[in-house]
């Protein structure tokens, strides 16, 4: 019998849709929510070429060059998107309708192969640059080595906590990109449900403008240079955009709800 929600064609996959209050998260902002056990298309040989958006917003993700794989029971015992090198990506070509200074909050579920790779379970970005990026960011620009971070137009930040292999539920909020705004005011990371202190490692710790940027992509490995020199591993089970920074009380609501499917 086929796993509902998976196809193993390049044809449509049938399945019955994804809705935010029948798992008890946040409907308004949400421009993209892919999650692994729904929306995939795959062949035989689990080689995803495409991931539907559960959102409503028809932001699907395709593969950059090379495809990225599905694990049946990855995370929490749940499906997954395993990406092991800088071509296994899954994207989309624009920024999910949010406008340049506007903020957003970005979740996700993911968990790394090598505690020692960069790793970003979503990114925003213009290609080709070198610094018009907002990420999660496992192993950042220049960390103080094997942490947990964040790269915000030409700033990155480490956190205190360390990078591991175990399953990870991070949520990223951004009041503004505003260009000019301190970051340090603007920025608010979670990982686990708790929050974490972030130190900045290089960049003048304010927001750049980001009105280039051009694509959003869940699932990147990062092979720019690091302290841990290393190219990352990572999966990621479901992953969640809105167009806008959470209140305190629906990142609870998120928080509760997916650290109770994947067992965080």
């Not at 949400?30 to 959102?55: F, M, P, T």
């Not at 028809?58 to 593969?63: M, S």
């Not at 200074?101 to 579920?109: L, Q």
């Not at 620009?141 to 990078?163: C, H, I």
Request: charged share 10%.
């Amino acid at each position: 019998m086929p796993t509902p929600g998976i196809s193993t064609s390049t044809t449509s996959p049938s399945f019955s849709a994804l809705t935010p209050a029948g798992v008890g998260i946040p409907a308004d902002g949400l421009v993209l929510w892919v999650r692994a056990d729904h929306g995939i298309y795959k062949n035989a040989q689990n080689e995803v070429c495409a991931w539907h958006d559960q959102s409503g917003k028809g932001n699907d993700l395709h593969q950059f060059t090379a495809r990225p794989t599905w694990q049946s029971a990855a995370i929490g015992g749940q499906p997954a998107i395993r990406a092991a090198t800088t071509s296994q990506l899954l994207y989309t070509e624009n920024v999910l309708g949010i406008a340049a200074t506007s903020g957003r909050t970005f979740i996700a579920v993911s968990q790394l192969a090598t505690a020692t790779g960069r790793f970003n379970p979503i990114i925003q970005g213009q290609s080709g640059t070198t610094s018009t990026y907002l990420m999660i960011d496992a192993n950042t620009w220049q960390t103080a080595g094997s942490r947990e971070g964040l790269y915000v137009t030409n700033s990155s930040f480490d956190t205190g906590l360390a990078t591991s292999t175990t399953p990870r539920l991070h949520v990223l909020t951004v009041s503004t990109m505003a260009v000019g705004t301190a970051l340090s005011s603007a920025l608010a990371y979670r990982v686990n449900g708790a929050a974490q202190t972030l130190t900045l490692k290089t960049g003048n710790g304010s927001i750049q403008s980001f009105a280039g940027a051009n694509y959003t992509a869940v699932g990147s490995v990062n092979a720019s240079p690091s302290a841990a020199a290393t190219a990352g591993d990572g999966m990621v089970a479901e992953a969640l955009v809105y167009d806008r920074a959470l209140t305190a009380d629906e990142i609870t609501a998120v928080e509760t709800a997916l650290k109770a499917r994947y067992g965080i």
